[in-house]
Every structure is written in structure tokens, then in C-alpha cells.
């Protein structure tokens, strides 16, 4: 079983690579055409909302409704049944998201007066940034058909999953950079208002990815006509499960709020610091925490057991479980430790250019390192919270995420004295509660617990990675010979240290005797 996820495992990490990488550089497209003026204020608004939308909604909180449901109907047998199931899904999803959209695409002026007061009293008044309400709303009315887009793409790419087709979901958010990079190469020269290319990019990005996912839908026998079916009892039983999983993805927003509020009163360049030092983490996270957490969630969902209507946890299950963990600690112990050391000349090569100064690096450096001392739990979070998803239990991780946010309140307070820094302390303290209370309840419940060989197996682990982190700090450059070096320099430098590292680490893995059955169940 190991090895298929583990396949999976790669395929999904380096679609999501390319999707990181592109993404940068749609970034440093959209910073060299717009800047930081109006233009973009206005742009960045008009995407603001679908976007929260979709990391509220499309990106986990119906995943992880819909695939344990998906999961049982499959695992009847009935192609039809499972086929009808997905119709009524469908049908019902779809156009309650397409009447979300076509009212906000109508009311598009109420919207941008809401979320842009400021511009809306200007416009009422005749002021000078009127325009910029009246140039939302337009921009409203383009982006906003994303959400209905990427609503019916985590559909699809959830249904995929579920059949081990991983990487059409994990490859389609790279058309959404490619669609804006290239509207804001090509057509936006063409037109006075470039940010409302960007907006047609946005569209064009979400209309791709839906595309895209149509022939491998087809293929899998998948590609049903929609059914509404509110009362339907398995799509009753995904709105049970999606309630509760939404507030859940919701925590995080809301700390991330907070976090934001906090630091607008601390000293300029706070949010920046803390903005750019979690862009930088997103890349392991995202590369090693969710895509081993997205292989693994429909196999759990498979070997999730009910019988004489108790819930009996299979070894399979616990064995997928311990083999996520496993690999979440393979890649994320040697990835904290190599951007701890490795944090300043990072963040030079990729940002320090026009006004990001050596100043910012050292700044945004500090509550990096205080971010990475939690990148495991980041990553574990993932992977735990996947044990309560796949057993249809939505409820647990959310009062656990409540927990966390408290608590994160708590730190914030106490973290104040070490300005932003302390906030990102505060960040990395909660996240690590949040990650214990997870396995503590997983624990308790009798569903997994850390075993011995995976105890061994992290403790050879740490011990090559301190030894690869030696390795970089001794031949990593002083940091002003990093400063005096030109971008290709830079970069040519952080290859042949991250090469090093990872050849390092794996000799050691190999001398502190790590086989290949470690990285089986």
C-alpha cells in the first residue's frame, strides 16, 4: 500500500512545486505591472473575496466531507449508485454556488460598499477615490464566476482522489498562474485598465481548471448530468459533515486576522516581515504537509470500518496513518532545520530587489526562524486531522482549532513586548497545542498511536538532519558575502547548498541504518 502512496506522494508534490514556482513569478508579474498603487488596491480587493471564499469552501472543508461519503458508496460496488450519487452532488453544489455568484455578479456595488466603505463614501461624496468603488465593482463582476469554477474543480478533483488520479487536482492550479501571467504579458498592454486584465485572467484561470478536469472525469465514467437533490440523504450527510469542517478551515483565517489587526499597530513593515517570511514556509508545507495529507485521506476513508454500528479501526488504518507521519518527519525535520540556516540568503534571492532591503531580510528573517520551529506541526495538523475527517468526524478538529485560537489570542497578548516576532511565536505555540491536541484525542480514542519503530525511525531522522545542518552552516557564505553577491550568484550558491544537504542527509539516513522497509506500512 505504502508504495502507491508514495507515488502519489511525488506526483502531487511536484505538481504543487510547479504551481509554487509559478505562482512567484505571477507575483513578480503582478508587482512589475500594477506596483502598489491604485491600481492595485483595486485589483487585489476585487480577488480578496472570491479568494477568501475559496480557501474557505473549495480548498478542504468539502474534500473533506465528500470523499468518506464518496468512499462508502464506492465501496458498495454500484457504478450506477455511486454515479447517481455524484449527479445529485453535483447538481446540488453546483447550482447552489451558481446562484451565490450571479447574485454577487448583480449586486456586485453592494458588495464592493460593504468591503470597501471607504471607496463607496468617496463616490457618495464626489471625492477623488470614487473611482476606485465604481472600478471594483466592475472587477466584481469578472472575478467572481471563479468561485463557481473552482467550487465544481474540488468536486471533480476530489472525485479523482478518491481513484488515485492525483495529479489532474494537484496540476490544475498551475493553469490559473499561467492564465494570469499571461494576461498580464500580453493583454494588459492593450488596455488602459491593466488590473482589469488581471481580473479577465482570473476568470480564464478558473475556466481552464474546470476544462482541464472534464475528459478525466469522462474517462473514470464520472461525468454525470447534474441532479438537484437537497433532501438527498448522502448529500444531507456531506452538509452535516461540511458545517462544522468549514468553521474549522475558518480558524486560520481568523488568526491570520488577528495576527494582521495586531501587527498594523507595531512598527512599519510588520505585516510585510511576517507576510514574506510565511510565503517562504508555504513551499515545504505545501510541497510535503498537503500533499502527503491529500494521498492519504481517501485511502483512510477506504479502511474506515463500521460494523453492528460501532466504529472498529482497522491496522490498515492505523498503518496509512503512521506511514503519513513517517514521511511528514522524512522531509519536514531536514526542511526546518535547512531554512532555519539558510533563512537570510533565501529570502535575498527571491525579494531583496527595489525597496525590499538587507534591512527587511534580517527583519522578516527573525519571525521566519520563529515560524519554522513549527513547521512540523504546520505540516502534522494536516496529517492528524485526517485520522477525524476520514471517520466522518468533523466536530472534534474544529473544537480543537477553537482551542488553538484562544490560545493563540493569549499568546498574542503575552508576545506583544516582542513585536511581530512575537506574533509569529505566538503563531508557531498554537499550532504546536493544536497538533498535540489532535493526536492527544487520536490517541485516546484507541484510532493511532506514534509507534516504536516510528519513535526509532524520527530519532535517526533528527540525527542526519543535524548532521546535514552542520554540513550548510559550515560551507553557507557570512551573510555580507551573501549581501555582495549578484542574484545569479545567489542562487547559483543555494543549489549547490541544498544539493549538498539532501545528498548529505541521505548518506546519513543510510549510515544511521534507514531501509526501505521504514518506508513501509
Known amino acids: 500500500m505504502s508504495k502507491p502512496l508514495l507515488k502519489s506522494g511525488i506526483i502531487v508534490s511536484s505538481m504543487t ?18 506596483g502598489a498603487g491604485a491600481a492595485a488596491d483595486i485589483f487585489l480587493f476585487a480577488n480578496r473575496i472570491p479568494n477568501f471564499l475559496r480557501r474557505l469552501f473549495a480548498e478542504g472543508a468539502f474534500s473533506q466531507a465528500f470523499i468518506p461519503v464518496l468512499a462508502e458508496y464506492r465501496k458498495e460496488g454500484d457504478l450506477s449508485q455511486t454515479q447517481e450519487f ?5 447538481g446540488t453544489l453546483g447550482g447552489l454556488v451558481a446562484i451565490v455568484t450571479v447574485v454577487a455578479m448583480v449586486g456586485s456595488p ?26 471594483a465593482s466592475l472587477l466584481l463582476k469578472i472575478t467572481f464566476p471563479y468561485l463557481w469554477f473552482i467550487t465544481l474543480v474540488a468536486l471533480s478533483g476530489a472525485i479523482l482522489n478518491t481513484l488515485g ?5 494537484a496540476f490544475s492550479p498551475v493553469l490559473l498562474n499561467i492564465a494570469m501571467i499571461a494576461t498580464a504579458l500580453f493583454l494588459a498592454p492593450r488596455m488602459e485598465s491593466p488590473d482589469l486584465a488581471l481580473a479577465i485572467g482570473i476568470f480564464l484561470g478558473g475556466l481552464l481548471q474546470f476544462l482541464f478536469q472534464i475528459p478525466f472525469l469522462k474517462q473514470a465514467k464520472m461525468l454525470v448530468k447534474p441532479k438537484w437533490a437537497w433532501h438527498d440523504p448522502g448529500v444531507k450527510k456531506i452538509r452535516t459533515l461540511m458545517i462544522p469542517a468549514l468553521f474549522g478551515v475558518s480558524v486560520s483565517q481568523i488568526n491570520l486576522l488577528l495576527d494582521t489587526f495586531i501587527a498594523s499597530f507595531l512598527m512599519t ?9 510565511d510565503r517562504l514556509l508555504e513551499f515545504p508545507l505545501g510541497l510535503f504537509g498537503i500533499a502527503i495529507s491529500t494521498v492519504i485521506l481517501p485511502t483512510l476513508a477506504r479502511h474506515h470500518v463500521h460494523k453492528q454500528g460501532n466504529e472498529v479501526v482497522s491496522q490498515e488504518f492505523r498503518n496509512t496513518m503512521d506511514w503519513g507521519v513517517r514521511m511528514i518527519l522524512l522531509l519536514g525535520i531536514p526542511a526546518a532545520i ?35 520551529s513549527a513547521l512540523l506541526s504546520y505540516m502534522l495538523i494536516k496529517i492528524l486531522a485526517n485520522g477525524y475527517y476520514a471517520r466522518q468526524n468533523t466536530k472534534t478538529p474544529v473544537r480543537y482549532g477553537i482551542i488553538a485560537m484562544v490560545s493563540n489570542m493569549g499568546f498574542n497578548l503575552l508576545a506583544i513586548p516582542f513585536g511581530y516576532v512575537g506574533l509569529a511565536i505566538a503563531s508557531a505555540m498554537s499550532s504546536t497545542l493544536n497538533a498535540y491536541l489532535l493526536y492527544h484525542g487520536l490517541a485516546k480514542a484507541g484510532v493511532y498511536r506514534l509507534s516504536k519503530t516510528t519513535l526509532i525511525f524520527a530519532l535517526r531522522l533528527l540525527a542526519s538532519a543535524l548532521g546535514m545542518g552542520a554540513f550548510l552552516f559550515y560551507y553557507s557564505p557570512t551573510l555580507n558575502t551573501w549581501a555582495a553577491m549578484g542574484l545569479f550568484s545567489r542562487i547559483h550558491w543555494l543549489i549547490w547548498l541544498i544539493c549538498g544537504a539532501g545528498l548529505v542527509y541521505f548518506i546519513l539516513l543510510a549510515l544511521f541504518g534507514v531501509r526501505k522497509q521504514h518506508f513501509r506500512h
Do not use: C
Open 17 to 34: 512545486l510547479l504551481s509554487r514556482v509559478l505562482g512567484l513569478i505571477r507575483d513578480v508579474v503582478i508587482a512589475n505591472l500594477l
Open 86 to 90: 455524484v449527479a445529485k452532488v453535483n
Open 110 to 135: 453592494v458588495i464592493a460598499a460593504i468591503f470597501g466603505t471607504g471607496w463607496f463614501m468617496d463616490w457618495l461624496n464626489d471625492g477623488a477615490n470614487g473611482y476606485k468603488y465604481e472600478q
Open 165 to 169: 488520479k492525483f495529479g489532474v487536482m
Open 269 to 277: 513593515g510588520s505585516i510585510s516581515w511576517l507576510y514574506y517570511s
Open 338 to 372: 535547512g531554512i532555519a540556516i539558510l533563512a537570510q540568503p533565501m529570502l535575498m534571492a527571491l525579494f531583496m530587489r527595489g525597496s525590499f532591503l538587507l534591512s527587511d531580510v534580517i527583519a522578516a528573517s527573525y519571525s521566519l526562524w520563529a515560524f519554522t
